[in-house]
């Protein structure tokens, strides 16, 4: 929409269009998967550090154990029995799961969640690529705009009905955050355009 704003050309808006997608969609892919690797690392770190601890004092781990489950409302005397079933079957994966909530056998994946990410990205943005580039020159800001409304009323109310949230909130909240998005880029392009830089 910038560019658009800006410039009537088809190659310039094309141009822009598809490296402001391949460089979001990397960009994301890449922040994604810093933070994913991040995180993936803590909880090698946690779990790590839980083995320590299960080698080096056993007697206070199940103690922890005990106390964890007596948190979670158990008597004392059925915390201690259920700490003990646990850690005789897999002392380890009882300590994680209580204490970490972590299955070490399921760690997060950085690379999924890259390739996701540049995905979801690249599915959003050629909407509006295509859009711009596809009518005369004359309806291309319209039709852009209404085919980004309408792609992001679909992606809110989806959104909300996997996450069992309000649709109507969600929808409206995504359609508003598209359209002031919208008209600040096309309303900069505008502004650049005619400063003729």
Do not use: C
Not at 100 to 111: E, F, G, S
């Amino acid at each position: 929409m910038g560019v658009a704003g800006a410039s009537n050309s088809a190659g310039f808006i094309l141009t822009a269009g598809v490296a402001g997608l391949a460089a979001g969609a990397l960009s994301m892919a890449v922040g994604e998967y810093v933070s994913v690797s991040t995180q993936r690392d803590t909880e090698k770190v946690m779990l790590e550090k839980e083995r320590f601890e299960l080698r080096n004092d056993p007697q206070g781990e199940l103690e922890e154990l005990v106390g964890l489950y007596e948190k979670k409302g158990l008597t004392n005397a059925t915390a201690r029995l259920v700490a003990k079933e646990l850690t005789t079957r897999d002392v380890f994966a009882a300590h994680v799961d209580a204490e970490l909530r972590l299955d070490p056998n399921d760690l997060v994946n950085p690379w999924y969640a890259a390739f996701a990410s540049a995905a979801a990205f690249f599915s959003g943005a050629i909407i509006p690529l295509i859009a711009i580039l596809l009518p005369p020159a004359s309806i291309r800001i319209p039709t852009t705009f209404v085919a980004v409304v309408a792609a992001l009323a679909i992606t809110g109310s989806w959104s909300a009905q996997v996450g069992g949230a309000n649709k109507t909130t969600a929808t409206v909240r995504v359609v508003l955050g598209g359209v002031l998005a919208m008209i600040i880029t096309f309303g900069i392009g505008k502004l650049v355009g005619n400063v003729g830089l």
